[in-house]
């Protein structure tokens, strides 16, 4: 089950594993899977990886299928991050038009006087702008999307921006199951301890990777998934993954929403009472 993100390049066996298509033996995530796999902890909170394989001249990398052994789960994917783009995608300067239209057809006011003069904006502002639609930017992740039990996956899910929004959000996606809850706050200290103490974190730039989050009556996980626009970090560099983003300092505020999301649980798990949701379940 891929719940947003590329579905078709992911293709499941029969055997408790997937397969990823990736560019080749070089890709950004086969080698964050490779470094990954030399750290003991931090391997333990992303799929299991299996190695390279090639396929009717297509490379993939073999993964661990997350949702082996759940039965009719509850599912959630969460981009992490309060830059989900990387820093050579916004490096031109020009001045687009088409940019500009795609901003006023979201929202007219959005443009300064200055940009509705010049009927054009920048790559980067334009992708600002994006990121601010969704509380990737206030809060450093966004729901993605979701599936509950024998439903269907809700994947307009950007919207859903306010603190009372995402909880109402988590809260409905929970049901209200304590021990759930509890035992998915527990994972997701573990998770963050882990990245705080990775050598390889320390070390890279992670970009558009997602927490995906299952549960069923027996069984709860959480995982680090999508490494495709991880970066390894100049020698004279490193990142905290909490600091605020400016160009070059590589921050892409990976901990930044794992603080933010752990409180939200956090908030769910103490608050009581029914409230009406951002889903129209």
Same mark, same amino acid.
Not at 107 to 126: G, M, N, V, W
Not at 171 to 193: G, T
Not at 229 to 256: C, D, M, T
């Given at each position: 089950?891929?719940?947003?993100?590329? @579905?078709?390049?992911?293709?499941?066996?029969?055997?408790?594993?997937?397969?990823?298509? *990736?560019?080749?033996?070089?890709?950004?995530?086969?080698?964050?899977?490779?470094?990954?796999?030399?750290? @003991?902890?931090?391997?333990? *909170?992303?799929?299991?990886?299996?190695?390279?394989?090639?396929? #009717?001249?297509?490379?993939?990398?073999?993964?661990?299928?997350?949702?082996?052994? +759940?039965?009719?789960?509850?599912?959630?994917?969460?981009?992490?991050?309060?830059?989900?783009?990387?820093?050579?995608?916004?490096?031109? %300067?020009?001045?687009?038009?088409? =940019?500009?239209?795609?901003?006023?057809?979201?929202?007219?006011?959005?443009?300064? @006087?200055?940009?509705?003069?010049?009927?054009?904006?920048?790559?980067?502002?334009?992708?600002? +702008?994006?990121?601010? =639609?969704?509380?990737?930017?206030?809060?450093?992740? /966004?729901?993605?999307?979701? /599936?509950? /039990?024998?439903?269907?996956?809700?994947?307009?899910?950007?919207?859903?921006?306010?603190?009372?929004?995402?909880?109402?959000?988590?809260?409905?996606?929970?049901?209200?199951?304590?021990?759930?809850? $509890?035992?998915?706050?527990?994972?997701? %200290?573990?998770?963050?301890?882990? &990245?705080?103490?990775?050598?390889?974190?320390?070390?890279?730039?992670?970009?558009?990777?997602?927490?995906? &989050?299952?549960?069923?009556?027996?069984?709860?996980?959480?995982?680090?998934?999508?490494?495709? $626009?991880?970066?390894?970090?100049?020698?004279?560099?490193?990142?905290?993954? /909490?600091?605020?983003?400016?160009?070059?300092?590589?921050?892409?505020?990976?901990?930044?929403?794992?603080?933010?999301? *752990?409180?939200?649980?956090?908030?769910?798990?103490?608050?009581?009472?029914? #409230?009406?949701?951002?889903?129209?379940?």
């Amino acid at each position: 089950m891929q719940l947003s993100g590329h @579905p078709e390049s992911i293709v499941p066996t029969t055997t408790g594993i997937v397969r990823k298509r *990736i560019v080749g033996i070089d890709d950004s995530e086969v080698l964050a899977y490779q470094m990954i796999s030399q750290e @003991p902890k931090t391997s333990q *909170i992303v799929p299991g990886y299996f190695g390279l394989r090639e396929l #009717h001249s297509q490379h993939y990398i073999e993964l661990q299928d997350l949702l082996a052994g +759940f039965k009719d789960p509850c599912v959630m994917d969460i981009k992490l991050g309060t830059r989900t783009f990387l820093e050579s995608e916004v490096s031109n %300067k020009t001045l687009r038009p088409d =940019l500009y239209q795609k901003m006023i057809a979201v929202d007219a006011s959005a443009p300064t @006087p200055a940009e509705h003069e010049a009927q054009a904006i920048t790559k980067l502002r334009y992708m600002l +702008f994006r990121e601010s =639609l969704s509380s990737s930017q206030s809060k450093g992740f /966004r729901i993605e999307a979701l /599936r509950l /039990r024998g439903r269907s996956p809700l994947k307009d899910l950007k919207t859903c921006r306010s603190s009372e929004q995402i909880s109402q959000t988590i809260e409905q996606f929970l049901a209200a199951r304590r021990s759930v809850q $509890k035992e998915l706050l527990k994972r997701l %200290k573990h998770m963050r301890l882990v &990245i705080e103490q990775s050598a390889f974190f320390s070390r890279h730039e992670i970009i558009g990777s997602s927490l995906f &989050i299952v549960y069923d009556d027996q069984r709860v996980g959480a995982w680090l998934i999508d490494f495709a $626009k991880s970066r390894q970090l100049p020698p004279q560099l490193s990142v905290n993954h /909490r600091s605020p983003w400016q160009p070059g300092n590589r921050e892409e505020g990976l901990l930044r929403g794992m603080d933010e999301l *752990i409180h939200a649980f956090e908030e769910v798990y103490a608050r009581s009472g029914n #409230h009406r949701s951002c889903l129209k379940i």
